[in-house]
């Protein structure tokens, strides 16, 4: 069965202080990983998709690379604006477009 | 929100009850989805279309209806409602051409089934 964790839970930063984001995932065959992000009251709104192990995507302060087990999102220097939750997702190689195995999320805080 | 309006943006309703979200698109995309987000469970898939009147099962499928027979709209539909519906309720859409895929959220529809 497809699984995606991510961890941790919750994550409170001071104002440029980096951290890293876990997504560990298991699939049958990896068509995709997605990381989205999500603010309150809205619906998540799409950030990158990585395709295979060795893989890197940039937007900003975020970076996500890629493993055969395991997704990372780097955050650099943050600001109180990339207070959000992100979530992670799946998608393996049988199944449609759209069909996503969603992590929980984690819930970051960055404070002045 | 990648003009995909949903509607209601809130509802409360009563066990039993029946109730219908609605998702209305304006990108013209094949495909269109329906989660729901309920706390440490993540986005679950409900159903989703790919085509008018093409429509197939997601993860958590049980108790739920949906229609597509427009494009641009597609309905959800919980025939009697139970409190374990209680959700927030998202649609999604995405292309369908299979390259560079992403899914488009919308804002969500905060359903309290009392």
């Known amino acids: 069965e497809d699984q995606v964790t991510q961890s941790p839970e919750a994550l409170r930063l001071q104002e440029g202080e980096s951290s890293s984001l876990n997504c560990s995932y298991t699939v049958s065959g990896l068509r995709g990983l997605f990381w989205y992000r999500q603010d309150p009251g809205k619906g998540p709104e799409f950030l990158f998709t990585?395709?295979?192990a060795g893989e890197e995507k940039e937007k900003e302060r975020l970076k996500a690379t890629l493993t055969k087990k395991e997704s990372f999102l780097h955050i650099t220097a943050p600001k109180p604006e990339d207070s959000a939750t992100y979530l992670c997702?799946?998608?393996?190689?049988?199944?449609?477009?759209?069909?996503?195995?969603f992590g929980a999320g984690t819930q970051v805080v960055v404070t002045p | 929100d990648a003009g995909i309006t949903q509607s209601p943006r809130h509802k409360v309703t009563e066990t039993g009850t029946p109730v219908t979200l609605r998702c209305h698109q304006t990108e013209n995309h094949r495909y269109m989805y329906w989660y729901r987000q309920d706390p440490g469970h993540g986005l679950r898939l409900i159903h989703y279309s790919y085509g008018v009147k093409d429509t197939d099962k997601g993860e958590v499928s049980d108790g739920y209806s949906v229609s597509r027979s427009k494009t641009e709209d597609f309905l959800l539909t919980l025939e009697s409602a139970t409190s374990s519906q209680t959700s927030v309720y998202f649609c999604?859409?995405?292309?369908?051409?299979?390259?560079?895929?992403?899914?488009?959220f919308g804002s969500g529809t905060q359903l309290s089934v009392l």
């Open positions: 990585l395709y295979s």
């Open positions: 997702a799946v998608q393996a190689s049988g199944d449609s477009w759209g069909k996503l195995q």
């Open positions: 999604a859409i995405s292309e369908g051409t299979g390259v560079n895929e992403k899914l488009f």
